[in-house]
């Protein structure tokens, strides 16, 4: 494999190899890699893209750098990333604690002692936009470091649809109701290892009261005259910016 052309996702927990803020393409060799243990995870190009999970000196970055590039490009690193913390956070058996050996035929580590298998936690997460008349409901989130106004968003509960958990979460999050929710889209969401799932809705009843441990602020916002949002290649993104066609066409 050494000698194989390819894309390389070096990554151990989550953050990953970007020399000059890229995923590096070429040999092995060329890279100064250890192909060693290196799986292959998918194709880019028509070339095929391997896991290396290992941890380099310098020029280590979040899979978020890959946020403006192709799509498929920054699924497949954030495949890798997940993928190596998986690896990395499942060495022992949960159950009998010996030690683990990754599956050959699948993404899975296996337990030769109990025969236990685990695969890639993947966690199911709403994301919506909320129209009203030609206004968005935009939030700050407690979680986001830089001022940023964007959609609300959540994550799934135990025994709870997506439809369920939607309207929940608004309600939780801003205090009103919505009505006429569709969905739009899917997002996988390596951050750490969630799958956003998109809606859209209208506004229905009652008064913007945000939940203070989630959110430092909501309102309506005229969609010609937004604050900042989240950057392209992102759902939330998509989102806005489906809404806002969606009000200069009525």
């Keep these: 494999?050494?000698?194989?052309?390819?894309?390389?996702?070096?990554?151990?927990?989550?953050?990953?190899?970007?020399?000059?803020?890229q995923l590096p393409f070429g040999k092995a060799s060329e890279l100064g890699l250890n192909p060693e243990g290196a799986l292959q995870i998918?194709?880019?190009?028509?070339?095929?893209?391997?896991?290396?999970c290992q941890h380099q000196s310098t020029e280590m970055e979040s899979v978020r750098r890959l946020l403006g590039d192709d799509k498929l490009l920054f699924q497949l690193a954030g495949r890798g990333?997940?993928?190596a913390e998986f690896y990395r956070s499942h060495r022992w058996c949960g159950y009998c604690g010996s030690k683990m050996n990754r599956s050959k035929r699948e993404f899975a580590c296996l337990c030769e002692h109990c025969g236990e298998r685990y695969y890639p936690q993947i966690a199911p997460?709403?994301?919506i936009a909320i129209r009203k008349g030609k206004q968005i409901l935009l939030a700050q989130h407690q979680r986001h470091k830089q001022p940023i106004f964007t959609v609300l968003a959540g994550f799934v509960e135990a025994g709870e649809t997506l439809?369920?958990?939607?309207?929940?979460?608004?309600?939780?999050?801003?205090?009103?109701?919505?009505?006429?929710?569709r969905y739009v889209a899917s997002q996988p969401w390596p951050f750490p290892h969630s799958l956003m799932c998109a809606f859209t809705?209208?506004?229905d009843s009652g008064e913007i009261e945000i939940d203070p441990d989630e959110l430092k602020s909501a309102d309506w916002f005229d969609v010609s005259q937004l604050?900042?949002?989240?950057?392209?290649?992102?759902?939330?993104?998509?989102?806005?910016e489906d809404t806002i066609a969606l009000c200069r066409q009525n």
Excluded: F
């Design 1 to 21: 494999m050494t000698e194989q052309e390819g894309w390389w996702v070096c990554s151990e927990g989550r953050d990953l190899w970007l020399p000059q803020g």
């Design 42 to 52: 998918g194709e880019y190009q028509g070339k095929p893209c391997y896991l290396i």
């Design 81 to 83: 990333v997940q993928l």
């Design 125 to 127: 997460c709403i994301i």
């Design 163 to 181: 439809e369920e958990c939607a309207h929940r979460e608004v309600m939780e999050e801003s205090g009103i109701t919505i009505k006429n929710l």
């Design 201 to 203: 809705a209208e506004y």
């Design 227 to 240: 604050p900042k949002i989240p950057e392209v290649g992102t759902i939330a993104r998509r989102l806005i």
